[in-house]
């Protein structure tokens, strides 16, 4: 029976043509049983007319029976959130299905800036662990598992910046639980001890308690509890039933080029669930103070870390293999260059450098906060050196050079300003292209030579369009490294020896080109 509009029931099914396609509207429904007979009704007529349709309205109530994958349009990317799995057989097709349905759509997760470096989009391949119910959530069955996980990525960094995105630190969509107040570590280990009480006195933790111990501390500089490395909205939060579903989010993964590299990542957070539930990871958590982004923004220690996580693994009966994070790193740390001077090797790659938010501006749509990215890393690792007779210096500065534990391996970080936009820290300090690498010979006093890393095109010009493919975009980034360019004349060694002996010790691997700039 057809019934005018205004004297329908609140919960009809609303049917009508729009864009050309029918339009199938559903009501809200309490009972997820009637809803899905509901769906079969419309799926069975519109198969029986051979009419496809288009189902709008209320969604389904939840239900531990029911699947959803939801897709959202997001700034930039689109948004995708899958199904639970339960097995890794169904997470594997998930994925691989997920990454062959974008491929066919023209949809990617990688792009190429115009100067070639080679991205992900910015798009999340956040890890979700939980049970079918809250009840079934490991993390409330063992809140232990939370704090193991917590104080593992607490002490292994290369885990929270080897599967980032571009924009990390303090500011970002997922810090580090140490990268907010400075008494965060503190209080977090006042909450362990108090959930180890808990569990040791009762035997077990009411979800509500677990909830309330980290709630505040699992947090962002401003207080906000989505935008954390360990994402606990979901966990039993006493608000709604939607915050309650025993549900902890990992939110410092970036969407991988490859669908290999995105089961990898999974794989690993399987794998050190399984290790921290045999056996609790309960070590104190680690002050690293400036040796944080000193240390693992720089290839070689984001290597050496991960390493150590895989020989835990291994130690602990899982079969992880450290060739598996190799994509990874070179994705993450692309090569820049390398040459050869007189025994005596350079090697350029790429660094992670903080992205920080700006102070608030007033723009002609409203009130804003700026992200500065001006500031980029370097990674200098030189082998064969002979400290006694050289000395590397960049753009006339000595590089701290700190050995590693490779005999004849030594690294440094070189921090410089990339470009000067119109609202940035520092802008008085304009971009510190070309950077000039020496092997200096103490001996004779003189460059013996070096390389030249230009920060944009070495011509000069402007690229007007985006690299067509990786091939361009390769030869964009090569066209920047140059063999060529070394100081000539003679060199003052002595004088390199008081600018060393004057470099700050707060990052003393670190060679902040900014703090040496010759003011305009």
């Given at each position: 029976?057809?019934?005018?509009?205004?004297?329908?029931?609140?919960?009809?099914?609303?049917?009508?043509?729009?864009?050309?396609?029918?339009?199938?509207?559903?009501?809200?429904?309490?009972?997820?049983?009637?809803?899905?007979?509901?769906?079969?009704?419309?799926?069975?007529?519109?198969?029986?007319?051979?009419?496809?349709v288009v189902v709008q309205g209320y969604a389904p109530p939840r239900d531990p029976r029911l699947a959803t994958?939801?897709?959202?349009?997001?700034?930039?990317?689109?948004?995708?959130?899958?199904?639970?799995?339960?097995?890794?057989?169904?997470?594997?097709?998930?994925?691989?299905?997920?990454?062959?349905?974008?491929?066919?759509?023209?949809?990617?997760?990688?792009?190429?800036?115009?100067?070639?470096?080679?991205?992900?989009?910015?798009?999340?391949?956040?890890?979700?662990?939980?049970?079918?119910?809250?009840?079934?959530?490991?993390?409330?069955?063992?809140?232990?598992?939370?704090?193991?996980?917590?104080?593992?990525?607490?002490?292994?960094?290369?885990?929270?910046?080897?599967?980032?995105?571009?924009?990390?630190?303090?500011?970002?969509?997922?810090?580090?639980?140490?990268?907010?107040?400075?008494?965060?570590?503190?209080?977090?280990?006042?909450?362990?001890?108090?959930?180890?009480?808990?569990?040791?006195?009762?035997?077990?933790?009411?979800?509500?308690?677990?909830?309330?111990?980290?709630?505040?501390?699992?947090?962002?500089?401003?207080?906000?509890?989505?935008?954390?490395?360990?994402?606990?909205?979901?966990?039993?939060?006493?608000?709604?039933?939607?915050?309650?579903?025993?549900?902890?989010?990992?939110?410092?993964?970036?969407?991988?080029?490859?669908?290999?590299?995105?089961?990898?990542?999974?794989?690993?957070?399987?794998?050190?669930?399984?290790?921290?539930?045999?056996?609790?990871?309960?070590?104190?958590?680690?002050?690293?103070?400036?040796?944080?982004?000193?240390?693992?923004?720089?290839?070689?220690?984001?290597?050496?870390?991960?390493?150590?996580?895989?020989?835990?693994?291994?130690?602990?009966?899982?079969?992880?293999?450290?060739?598996?994070?190799?994509?990874?790193?070179?994705?993450?740390?692309?090569?820049?260059?390398?040459?050869?001077?007189?025994?005596?090797?350079?090697?350029?790659?790429?660094?992670?450098?903080?992205?920080?938010?700006?102070?608030?501006?007033?723009?002609?749509?409203?009130?804003?906060?700026?992200?500065?990215?001006?500031?980029?890393?370097?990674?200098?690792?030189?082998?064969?050196?002979?400290?006694?007779?050289?000395?590397?210096?960049?753009?006339?500065?000595?590089?701290?050079?700190?050995?590693?534990?490779?005999?004849?391996?030594?690294?440094?970080?070189?921090?410089?300003?990339?470009?000067?936009?119109?609202?940035?820290?520092?802008?008085?300090?304009?971009?510190?292209?070309?950077?000039?690498?020496?092997?200096?010979?103490?001996?004779?006093?003189?460059?013996?030579?070096?390389?030249?890393?230009?920060?944009?095109?070495?011509?000069?010009?402007?690229?007007?369009?985006?690299?067509?493919?990786?091939?361009?975009?390769?030869?964009?980034?090569?066209?920047?490294?140059?063999?060529?360019?070394?100081?000539?004349?003679?060199?003052?060694?002595?004088?390199?020896?008081?600018?060393?002996?004057?470099?700050?010790?707060?990052?003393?691997?670190?060679?902040?080109?900014?703090?040496?700039?010759?003011?305009?």
């Amino acid at each position: 029976e057809v019934v005018d509009v205004h004297e329908a029931a609140p919960t009809s099914l609303g049917v009508e043509i729009r864009d050309g396609h029918v339009a199938v509207f559903l009501p809200p429904i309490a009972d997820a049983d009637h809803a899905v007979e509901l769906l079969t009704v419309v799926e069975s007529v519109a198969t029986r007319l051979e009419q496809p349709v288009v189902v709008q309205g209320y969604a389904p109530p939840r239900d531990p029976r029911l699947a959803t994958l939801v897709v959202t349009p997001d700034p930039g990317v689109i948004e995708i959130n899958v199904q639970p799995t339960s097995s890794w057989a169904e997470m594997r097709t998930v994925v691989e299905t997920l990454y062959d349905e974008a491929r066919l759509a023209r949809l990617a997760t990688e792009k190429f800036a115009l100067d070639g470096s080679h991205t992900g989009t910015g798009g999340g391949n956040h890890v979700t662990l939980g049970g079918a119910t809250p009840d079934d959530s490991p993390l409330l069955r063992r809140p232990d598992l939370l704090r193991s996980l917590v104080s593992y990525w607490q002490h292994h960094p290369s885990l929270s910046y080897l599967f980032s995105g571009q924009f990390i630190g303090p500011t970002s969509q997922a810090p580090r639980v140490d990268e907010g107040r400075a008494d965060t570590l503190y209080e977090l280990e006042i909450a362990f001890d108090e959930l180890a009480a808990q569990q040791a006195a009762d035997g077990e933790v009411p979800s509500w308690i677990v909830d309330r111990l980290l709630r505040h501390l699992l947090v962002d500089l401003t207080g906000n509890t989505h935008r954390s490395e360990f994402c606990i909205d979901k966990l039993f939060s006493p608000d709604s039933e939607r915050g309650r579903l025993g549900i902890v989010e990992l939110r410092a993964f970036e969407m991988p080029p490859h669908p290999q590299m995105a089961l990898v990542q999974s794989l690993l957070v399987r794998s050190l669930v399984a290790r921290f539930w045999e056996a609790p990871y309960t070590g104190r958590l680690t002050r690293w103070g400036t040796d944080l982004y000193d240390r693992f923004l720089l290839p070689w220690y984001v290597r050496s870390d991960i390493h150590e996580v895989v020989a835990d693994l291994r130690r602990h009966g899982i079969d992880f293999e450290p060739g598996w994070f190799e994509p990874f790193l070179e994705f993450r740390f692309p090569l820049v260059g390398e040459t050869v001077i007189d025994g005596v090797r350079l090697e350029l790659r790429r660094a992670i450098e903080p992205w920080h938010v700006l102070g608030e501006e007033v723009t002609e749509s409203g009130t804003a906060r700026y992200v500065d990215s001006s500031v980029e890393r370097l990674q200098l690792r030189v082998d064969w050196l002979d400290p006694r007779r050289h000395v590397v210096t960049c753009n006339s500065i000595p590089v701290p050079l700190q050995s590693t534990d490779r005999e004849g391996t030594s690294v440094a970080g070189i921090r410089f300003k990339a470009w000067a936009p119109w609202s940035a820290l520092h802008p008085t300090i304009d971009a510190q292209g070309p950077l000039v690498f020496d092997v200096v010979d103490r001996w004779s006093e003189r460059s013996l030579g070096g390389c030249t890393y230009e920060i944009v095109h070495p011509g000069g010009r402007s690229y007007d369009t985006f690299p067509v493919n990786a091939a361009e975009a390769e030869a964009r980034r090569a066209s920047r490294f140059l063999t060529i360019g070394h100081t000539a004349g003679h060199v003052d060694v002595a004088r390199l020896d008081e600018i060393a002996a004057e470099l700050p010790r707060e990052y003393p691997r670190t060679l902040d080109l900014r703090r040496h700039h010759t003011a305009g």
